[in-house]
């Protein structure tokens, strides 16, 4: 149970915060800090500033640049991972029986085995792009920082939370001098970083002309941070980017004999160079076989992938439970400090394919005993699938039922976490313009850009950082999915 929290940080009346919060709204929709409005009575272009909190929260600085440093090496181990294709069919294939979104991506894998292969022996050998997100929070119970997760698609708000250490340096600069010191707030390059990957593996391809596919979700509320991509690219390094759902790829899509993808549109057409995801994530987002043919059209093609559908298996639930097992980080990194400080960052994990072991039962049994202690994680991405107390207990001792029943085990679909107990901090929360001061917990994000090229590593790099705040009594912690604002790190 988290303790209560100490007061507002730095301290400040009613008055005050009201005049911070009116300046931050007002700067955050002049500079971009902002989503669609989502309303359906408002046009579709309509927006409204991000949810965020005024004041930045408190990080120890030591943990804040442990998970920076960890980042090119968790960058390098999913490349790994996502290599080894044998492992992912292997560990993934208790979670594939249960989950039928897991076993369409692991089809997926094997299915286009033979078309990637074709392409390297043509010289055209697999672009591999990686923008990845490691979320972190402080346990205050073990004064660590312990990982919640790694994001191998989709790993949104990098662009808006680079607007936000620009925001509250701003919020700084109109305090009253020694309020809130400025230098405790570290640069975020995500803004400029996660392009730069972007128009690496661009370049990595080398077509003359070749475009950026974005791949989007229809009525993304927050499409304002991929545009901010879309204008980076454009801007700095000259690319021009396209947003489709994956039926219109399904639809527009040709693939040539080396395995270059075109989209065909109309009288035009445009080679791919490079696409990126920003959905496929979700089984909501393949509501038809179209999708899944466009999925597949862009996996057997020579364009480069973000991610590939090997690195987005290696981003699964299934798999960070795994690489927490004695020896099988090893497997993919050489013994030494990196893999030693990857370990000090792992949480406890537990698989759940074999209910029959003997450890498996005892912290099944832990987790029934104390739920509070616990997180049963599905493999899922985009917030709001875990399952926490209640439904954590109910779900166990029906999966025990089952097993018991001599049925399949459908809880090797899980696996248990658990549950980090940060301290909890006073935050000022603005949503639609209104602000509320409350007990807030707050999660770490670290983005890092990876592209290989066949064997080549062309680029490693970490990326800049997000940090998301949620009341203290909200278990979830996404911001697209409502639960969190955008907040920044004060370094103390």
């Known amino acids: 149970m988290q303790t209560q929290a100490t007061q507002l940080q730095p301290a400040l009346n009613d008055k005050e915060i009201d005049e911070i919060v009116q300046d931050a709204v007002v700067w955050a929709n002049q500079h971009g800090l902002v989503v669609a409005l989502g309303s359906v009575t408002a046009p579709e272009r309509a927006i409204i500033h991000a949810p965020l909190a005024a004041l930045p929260v408190a990080f120890p600085r030591a943990r804040f640049e442990q998970a920076k440093a960890a980042q090119t ?17 292997s560990v993934l294939a208790g979670a594939a029986a249960h989950d039928t979104f897991t076993g369409r991506l692991l089809s997926l894998l094997k299915d286009s085995r033979a078309a990637r292969a074709a392409l390297a022996a043509k010289g055209k050998p697999e ?3 990686g923008v990845h997100r490691s979320d972190y929070m402080l346990d205050a119970p073990s004064g660590r920082f312990l990982q919640v997760e790694i994001n191998t698609i989709a790993s949104s708000f990098g662009c808006l939370s680079a607007l936000m250490t620009r925001l509250h340096n701003y919020v700084a600069s109109r305090l009253p001098p020694g309020t809130l010191d400025a230098s405790t707030l570290p640069p975020n390059v995500a803004i400029e970083a996660l392009p730069a990957g972007i128009a690496a593996a661009a370049k990595a391809h080398g077509a003359p002309g ?4 974005m791949v989007v979700q229809p009525g993304e509320r927050n499409a304002y941070d991929q545009q901010w991509l879309q204008l980076q690219l454009w801007e700095r390094h000259g690319l021009r980017t396209l947003r489709r759902t994956l039926g219109q790829i399904a639809a527009a899509g040709r693939l040539s004999e080396d395995g270059t993808l075109t989209l065909v549109e109309g009288s035009g057409s445009a080679t791919v160079s490079v696409v990126y995801f920003r959905a496929g994530y979700t089984p909501a987002d393949y509501p038809s076989e179209a999708e899944w043919e466009g999925r597949s059209i862009i996996e ?6 973000c991610p590939t559908v090997a690195y987005q298996l290696a981003g699964a639930k299934k798999v960070q439970q795994d690489l927490a097992r004695p020896g099988v980080l090893e497997r993919f990194l050489p013994p030494g400090p990196s893999t030693l400080d990857l370990r000090q960052l792992f949480a406890g994990l537990w698989g759940l394919d074999d209910l029959a072991d003997k450890a498996t039962a005892e912290v099944v049994d832990a987790a029934l005993a104390r739920p509070e202690a616990y997180v049963l994680k599905p493999q899922r991405e985009g917030g709001g699938n875990n399952l926490y107390g209640t439904e954590l207990v109910e779900k166990l001792q029906e999966g025990r039922a089952e097993v018991a029943a001599g049925k399949p085990n459908p809880l090797a679909a899980y696996i248990l976490m658990q549950k980090i107990l940060p301290p909890p901090q006073r935050s000022v929360l603005v949503r639609s313009g209104a602000w509320e001061v409350t007990d807030t917990l707050s999660e770490l994000g670290v ?16 990326a800049g950082h997000l940090v998301r705040t ?15 604002v955008l907040d920044s790190p004060r370094l103390v």
Do not use: H
Not at 73 to 89: C, G, P
Not at 300 to 305: I, L, Q, T, Y
Not at 447 to 462: A, S
């Open 73 to 89: 090496t968790f960058n390098a181990l999913v490349d790994k991972v996502a290599r080894d294709e044998s492992y992912l069919e």
């Open 127 to 129: 672009i591999a792009l």
């Open 210 to 213: 070749g475009i950026v596919v």
């Open 300 to 305: 057997r093609s020579n364009a480069a992938k």
């Open 447 to 462: 983005y890092g850009t990876f592209v290989r090229k066949g064997d080549q590593v062309l680029l490693n790099t970490e």
């Open 470 to 484: 949620k009341r203290a009594t909200s278990n979830e912690g996404g911001v697209a999915a409502g639960f969190a």
